[in-house]
């Protein structure tokens, strides 16, 4: 180890605790990576502060003496946002992870930055309340990092995705100082708001420590409705039959190579017995019969036009969460693929565009690889992931991949979409944001950021590529 290396573990063990800090080669290898894989990590040491004050005094120490910070809470990312792979130092919010009472009359909860989604959606239920920003990796996912990448998820066709449920914040910039953000207030016009900046700022101004979130009423008996689909045109057609007849909770969409991976893989069960190229997952409140007999019709209209080839609806909360495995368990089972992720937009009206032209680049390229698709087809959001044959090297993968992904952004450019609808732009995308933003909003950004991290610590390589 160099001794600048020395010194600094040395200065950081004499900030905090010595069981604070970790140099152990398999902490080292956990905390250096998120879920994306493409990555070696290699972290000089692993920091668990306990506190705001904490994080602020490792960004003093870490301006005085040179080195870059990764932020880190679950590690369950997709687009390399937490990843360490420079001798960078990954502060852990771990160990920030309180839970306060809900505020029943606010409709808030108070957090810190590690606190596990799922933990917090507990809490809500507890005060008859609920946290609606959900996905699969609630489980292990913390409320910092679903903040730091404005995580979206299941629920964002009828609650948003989790801007909308932050209304306070402290965070510790790149300078070291602690600013908190609009205090929990529904009412704040005061000048610009940074709490907005921060959310989804993956890290690169600084440090999200504490959150005070929103809370709203739960919905009334949600209710699964699996549909097998003829082809992909008819995903678009049953949405706008479906959501004419009652708001949606979720309008989710999966191919038949989906489905197949978690029953061969996770022993999930099939819907019913036919196969059909693509499904729908359709939640709706069934708060009356009425809603139900109109939701029935709706789904007897889609079979009769043959968009529709079977279908089965829950009839109790295990049987709905029988079905969402159907489509939460895709994205773990299919990791052990190591597979490219495309998580892109349009606006909905857009998607079918998006999917025929998508659907042509990945035929033309990939004639015989698997190619997974499923997604938030209701909010415009494609999941394409390409798994990894299994005879290629990782990096000439990662570089076949990329080198697509440009065709397929281009098609996105050209629909004015994204090139990443939820999971950030971290290592992984950074090389392609000009696909979605022009080059003065990308040098506006830079600017911004070179305010709240003069010194280039914060979370380096994330979203924008080293200058
Ligand atoms: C999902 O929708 O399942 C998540 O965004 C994760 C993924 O895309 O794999
Ligand atoms: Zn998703």
Redesign the pocket.
């Known amino acids: 180890m160099q001794r600048s290396s020395i010194d600094v573990i040395h200065s950081l063990e004499t900030l905090l605790s010595k069981d604070q800090v970790s140099t152990e080669a398999s902490v080292l290898e956990s905390y250096g990576q998120d879920w994306t894989r493409f990555t070696q990590p290699a972290p000089l040491a692993i920091v668990f502060p306990r506190s705001t004050n904490e994080v602020a005094d490792i960004v003093k120490c870490a301006r005085t003496h040179k080195f870059a910070l990764v932020p880190s809470g679950g590690r369950t990312g ?1 687009s390399g946002g937490a990843v360490a792979a420079n001798g960078e130092v990954v502060v852990s919010l771990d160990k920030l992870n309180t839970i306060e009472a809900v505020n029943k009359t606010d409709r808030t909860i108070a957090v810190g930055a590690g606190a596990i989604t799922q933990a917090i959606q507990a809490a809500a239920r507890e005060a008859d309340l609920f946290y609606p920003v959900d ?3 609630s489980g292990s996912s913390q409320i910092g990092g679903n903040i730091a990448t404005n995580a ?3 629920n964002v066709i009828r609650y948003g995705m989790t801007r909308e449920w932050v209304a306070g914040l402290t965070v510790v910039t790149g300078t070291g100082e602690i600013l908190e953000l609009n205090r929990g207030l529904m009412k704040n016009n005061t000048g610009l708001d940074f709490r907005h900046l921060f959310i989804g700022s993956e890290g690169v101004l600084g440090f999200i420590t504490e959150a005070t979130l929103r809370l709203c009423s739960p919905p009334k008996d949600p209710t699964v409705l699996v549909l097998g689909l003829s082809d992909m045109d008819a995903i678009m057609l049953v949405l706008e039959r479906i959501q004419g007849t009652t708001p949606l909770l979720a309008y989710e969409f999966f191919s038949e190579l989906a489905a197949s991976k978690v029953v061969e893989h996770a022993g999930v069960a099939r819907p019913f017995d036919t196969k059909t190229p693509f499904y729908a997952l359709i939640e709706f409140e069934r708060d009356s019969e009425e809603t139900e007999a109109a939701v029935f019709e709706a789904v007897e209209a889609c079979m009769e036009s043959g968009w529709v080839l079977d279908a089965v609806m829950s009839q109790s909360v295990a049987q709905a969460r029988a079905l969402w495995r159907l ?2 368990d ?2 773990e089972t ?1 990791t052990r693929w190591t ?1 490219y ?1 495309n ?1 892109i937009s349009s606006t909905v009206s857009k998607v079918p565009q998006l999917l025929s032209a998508v659907d042509t680049v990945v035929h033309n390229h990939y004639p015989d690889w698997e190619v997974c698709w ?3 087809i209701g909010d415009g959001n494609l ?1 394409l ?1 390409i798994l990894k044959p299994e005879n290629l090297d990782i990096s000439d993968f990662k570089a076949r991949c990329g080198d697509v992904s440009v065709d397929i952004f281009e098609a996105i450019r050209g629909l004015g979409g994204s090139i990443s609808a ?2 950030g732009v971290g290592t992984l995308k950074a090389p392609f944001l000009e696909y979605t933003r022009t080059e003065s909003e990308i040098a506006s950004m830079r600017a911004i950021k070179a305010i709240f991290d003069p010194d280039e610590i914060m979370n380096p390589g994330k979203i924008f590529l080293a200058n």
């Open positions: 997709l996905f699969a990796s979206g998820g299941i489509r939460e895709i994205s299919i597979p992720k998580d499923y997604g938030h999941h992931n939820e999971h």
